[in-house]
């Protein structure tokens, strides 16, 4: 059975994570919590439901899927009470404007791999390869060294 890990986000076509054209895996999960973090949604090492108010149409689906009672109107506009909110993803998956989304979720390592291999030609033509990042990667230990395996020995440049 492959190990698994959670992921917030798999980014296709990065140049600014190494060398060539590269495949970003951002880990869920980080021990410092630093006030300055360029990617705060990866701190929590779990799936997490993020809302954005600025960009919520006011159409009332997240309100009707809730059974938590997370889900609070505020006039005509809607807004979160994250200390009912058990983060279930029931809100995001009916939100038509991603006001509601979650940030991060649980992938076996095929299925990293899968869109990992989708840029694999890219990568010889331009030196690249596949960077992990966070988070802190390296929190999902077991998940990162199957991964990193994996595209070595399929001769992918790999960076951590």
């Not at 060539?20 to 021990?31: A, D, H, I």
């Not at 899927?65 to 994250?82: E, M, N, P, Q, S």
């Not at 979650?102 to 690249?128: L, P, T, W």
């Amino acid at each position: 059975m492959s190990t698994r890990g959670i992921i917030y986000n798999i980014q296709r076509m990065s140049i600014h994570d190494g060398p060539g054209l590269r495949t970003t895996v951002f880990f869920k999960g980080c021990p410092l919590h630093c006030l300055w973090c360029s990617n705060p949604e990866s701190q929590s090492s779990v799936p997490q439901l993020m809302f954005f108010p600025s960009l919520c149409s006011s159409c009332g689906r997240c309100m009707e899927v809730c059974k938590h009672g997370a889900v609070i109107r505020k006039g005509t506009l809607f807004g979160r009470d994250f200390s009912r909110c058990v983060g279930c993803g029931e809100c995001a998956a009916q939100c038509p404007t991603t006001a509601s989304s979650m940030s991060g979720r649980e992938y076996d390592v095929e299925e990293v791999m899968k869109v990992i291999r989708k840029d694999a030609s890219f990568y010889s033509n331009s030196g690249g390869g596949v960077t992990f990042s966070g988070g802190e990667c390296t929190m999902q230990g077991a998940f990162l060294m199957e991964l990193v395996e994996v595209c070595l020995n399929e001769g992918l440049h790999t960076c951590i």
